[in-house]
């Protein structure tokens, strides 16, 4: 009997200290998230009243001091780089050790100090990425993008091609609103589980969504280079529209031009089942007055964005905390979802690169690409547009974008034009390098390292970096290719 009602108080207690856990952990992740909103709005009203950055000026090159903080800085970077290039998973600590080795060596030396890390801090570029993301993880709770999914395969996917224009566009249109991972997450299970019963190559469906999400993310501010774009030079948010929307569009007909023509697509199609056998359920939408308060509240944000000055990092974290508070969705759950692994990776980037400009590294950078350019400014454009293609492949969106863009603003100044077509081309540069393997793209990078079993145990076609690469090289290519052309001509008409 004692052993008895010992093994029952043992239960009771373990049950006990568990739900405690659970009660401390749900605690600290809503304390966490009210901090994180409190103090980005905190900074997005201080920006109506203080200037927005302090740019110090680099160490000039001749002077010895100078010469030892580009070496230094190099260093510091190419170290950085190659850590975050072999792994992803520790690259919060590998960039924090990185920031803290240029913030020594620059107040060391002289270039850098705490006090010119902390304003290169973009805070708005992080309210946006934190309230894209929030509004992202509650629309995906409304089970919306699933049920469109559904009703479009079911009534107008009749071959494998039409299947994959369809499912493209769906990647599409939800990444001209919505966190392209979230839109990615929702999607590949629906991809996996159609491609199986139908017995094809899930690959060239998922290369496809994954370039079509890409390009829905850059033609709108969505992206995040537009969006560092749009905090860093205040470009209106109509222009990013007008500009990259149809270029965009003109480069997903190219993909499907491609992938029509396509061996893998073609073959999977002859021997594939026909479309009536395939069974998909019945998926209704969740919460569908959340839909109709998304509509208002976007409608209104993209307003405020067109017509207003107010500081856009401000308004998103309004419209994402008005969806969140009046959604009647669990806070709970919602507050469980949202990650901070890159949010920390982005502040951390601010920092990083804010030093690496302050030692006058990439001022050395843009005049050797002067001197590679004979001086001209529509070949220099082009040359840093090519070479942040190529340096987005190794390196993902976000650091690239944080190091090239004081070189675009910098060939900006010597054409001394207010069209802002110098940024496109940064913007479409990037945008092609995502394509080309699963390293530059980050909504690849959920296949690379996410790995979830429904993957491996629903297809034998390897999803992998080499894999993935017979597409999107070609991809890359060609879309880096009408980008030049659509750039040029902008820079010839300007």
């Given at each position: 009997?004692?052993?008895?009602?010992?093994?029952?108080?043992?239960?009771?207690?373990?049950?006990?200290?568990?739900?405690?856990?659970?009660?401390?952990?749900?605690?600290?992740?809503?304390?966490?998230?009210?901090?994180?909103?409190?103090?980005?709005?905190?900074?997005?009203?201080?920006?109506?009243?203080?200037?927005?950055?302090?740019?110090?000026?680099?160490?000039?090159?001749?002077?010895?001091?100078?010469?030892?903080?580009?070496?230094?800085?190099?260093?510091?970077?190419?170290?950085?780089?190659?850590?975050?290039?072999?792994?992803?998973?520790?690259?919060?600590?590998?960039?924090?050790?990185?920031?803290l080795a240029i913030i020594f060596c620059g107040k060391f030396i002289g270039f850098y100090?705490?006090?010119?890390?902390?304003?290169?801090?973009?805070?708005?570029?992080?309210?946006?990425?934190?309230?894209?993301?929030?509004?992202?993880?509650?629309?995906?709770?409304?089970?919306?993008?699933?049920?469109?999914?559904?009703?479009?395969?079911?009534?107008?996917?009749?071959?494998?091609?039409?299947?994959?224009?369809?499912?493209?566009?769906?990647?599409?249109?939800?990444?001209?609103?919505?966190?392209?991972?979230?839109?990615?997450?929702?999607?590949?299970?629906?991809?996996?589980?159609?491609?199986?019963?139908?017995?094809?190559?899930?690959?060239?469906?998922?290369?496809?969504?994954?370039?079509?999400?890409n390009l829905g993310a850059n033609s709108t501010v969505i992206g995040v280079s537009n969006t560092l774009i749009l905090t860093t030079l205040h470009v209106p948010f109509i222009l990013f529209i007008?500009?990259?929307?149809?270029?965009?569009?003109?480069?997903?007909?190219?993909?499907?031009?491609?992938?029509y023509y396509s061996r893998t697509l073609h073959k999977a199609a002859s021997s594939m089942p026909p479309m009536d056998l395939l069974d998909l359920p019945n998926v209704k939408v969740k919460y569908p007055w959340v839909l109709i308060l998304f509509f208002i509240i976007m409608s209104t944000m993209i307003s405020l964005f067109m017509l207003s000055t107010i500081d856009p990092g401000l308004i998103a974290l309004t419209a994402s905390f008005t969806l969140f508070f009046f959604c009647g969705i669990d806070?709970?759950?919602?507050?469980?979802?949202?990650?901070?692994?890159?949010?920390?990776?982005?502040?951390?980037?601010?920092?990083?690169?804010?030093?690496?400009?302050?030692?006058?590294?990439?001022?050395?950078?843009?005049?050797?690409?002067?001197?590679?350019?004979?001086?001209?400014?529509?070949?220099?454009?082009?040359?840093?547009?090519?070479f942040a293609c190529f340096v987005t492949i190794f390196f993902n969106v976000a650091p690239t974008t944080i190091i090239f863009l004081p070189m675009f603003m910098n060939i900006s100044g010597d054409i001394g034009s207010d069209e802002y077509f110098v940024f496109w081309a940064l913007s479409l540069g990037i945008c092609s390098g995502q394509m080309a393997t699963l390293r530059g793209s980050t909504v690849a990078s959920l296949l690379e390292m996410g790995r979830n079993q429904k993957l491996e145990k629903s297809t034998s076609h390897v999803i992998n970096f080499v894999s993935y690469s017979k597409f999107g090289f070609p991809i890359m290519y060609f879309h880096l290719l009408v980008s030049t052309i659509y750039v040029t001509f902008l820079f010839l008409i300007k």
């Amino acid at each position: 009997m004692e052993n008895n009602s010992s093994t029952i108080k043992t239960s009771a207690d373990y049950d006990l200290n568990f739900k405690f856990k659970q009660f401390k952990q749900f605690k600290t992740r809503y304390g966490l998230f009210y901090l994180v909103f409190a103090t980005l709005f905190i900074f997005c009203l201080g920006h109506l009243y203080f200037s927005k950055y302090i740019f110090p000026q680099s160490l000039p090159i001749e002077t010895l001091k100078g010469a030892v903080a580009q070496l230094l800085s190099l260093k510091i970077i190419l170290v950085v780089f190659l850590f975050l290039y072999r792994g992803n998973h520790q690259k919060n600590i590998m960039l924090f050790f990185g920031t803290l080795a240029i913030i020594f060596c620059g107040k060391f030396i002289g270039f850098y100090s705490l006090t010119l890390a902390l304003q290169k801090i973009n805070i708005t570029a992080l309210s946006l990425f934190f309230s894209i993301n929030l509004i992202s993880i509650i629309m995906a709770e409304t089970k919306c993008l699933d049920f469109v999914a559904h009703k479009l395969i079911g009534r107008f996917a009749n071959s494998a091609f039409s299947l994959f224009v369809i499912l493209c566009l769906l990647a599409y249109s939800f990444s001209l609103s919505s966190d392209r991972l979230v839109v990615m997450l929702l999607l590949f299970p629906i991809t996996f589980n159609i491609t199986e019963k139908l017995k094809l190559n899930s690959l060239p469906f998922i290369a496809g969504e994954i370039i079509a999400a890409n390009l829905g993310a850059n033609s709108t501010v969505i992206g995040v280079s537009n969006t560092l774009i749009l905090t860093t030079l205040h470009v209106p948010f109509i222009l990013f529209i007008n500009y990259l929307l149809p270029i965009c569009i003109i480069n997903l007909g190219i993909t499907f031009f491609y992938f029509y023509y396509s061996r893998t697509l073609h073959k999977a199609a002859s021997s594939m089942p026909p479309m009536d056998l395939l069974d998909l359920p019945n998926v209704k939408v969740k919460y569908p007055w959340v839909l109709i308060l998304f509509f208002i509240i976007m409608s209104t944000m993209i307003s405020l964005f067109m017509l207003s000055t107010i500081d856009p990092g401000l308004i998103a974290l309004t419209a994402s905390f008005t969806l969140f508070f009046f959604c009647g969705i669990d806070k709970g759950r919602i507050i469980r979802k949202i990650k901070y692994d890159n949010f920390l990776f982005l502040l951390l980037l601010f920092v990083f690169i804010g030093g690496i400009e302050s030692s006058g590294l990439l001022k050395t950078v843009i005049n050797i690409i002067t001197y590679m350019a004979f001086g001209s400014p529509l070949l220099k454009m082009l040359l840093l547009m090519w070479f942040a293609c190529f340096v987005t492949i190794f390196f993902n969106v976000a650091p690239t974008t944080i190091i090239f863009l004081p070189m675009f603003m910098n060939i900006s100044g010597d054409i001394g034009s207010d069209e802002y077509f110098v940024f496109w081309a940064l913007s479409l540069g990037i945008c092609s390098g995502q394509m080309a393997t699963l390293r530059g793209s980050t909504v690849a990078s959920l296949l690379e390292m996410g790995r979830n079993q429904k993957l491996e145990k629903s297809t034998s076609h390897v999803i992998n970096f080499v894999s993935y690469s017979k597409f999107g090289f070609p991809i890359m290519y060609f879309h880096l290719l009408v980008s030049t052309i659509y750039v040029t001509f902008l820079f010839l008409i300007k």
